[in-house]
């Protein structure tokens, strides 16, 4: 599933954060990630920390 372009709760941005956010959690702890990339509201930490990425997951799928 992909995260929401702005948060549902505040409207804040967050779909332009994601891909580096994905890439700097294989390296650093999500926390510090979360506030490097300056996501402070709890509701906009929780649309990252809640969003999984399935992509890899859904493209084994073949559309028939
Ligand atoms: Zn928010």
Do not use: H
């Not at 994601?18 to 300056?38: F, H, N, P, T």
């Amino acid at each position: 599933m992909l995260i929401p372009i702005r948060c549902i709760s505040c409207g804040e941005l967050l779909a332009d954060k994601w891909e580096r956010y994905q890439a700097q959690i294989k390296i650093k702890e999500k926390k510090q990630v979360l506030d490097e990339l300056g996501i402070k509201n709890y509701c906009c930490r929780v649309c990252f920390l809640t969003s999984p990425d399935l992509t890899d997951k859904i493209n084994q799928y073949k559309i028939i």
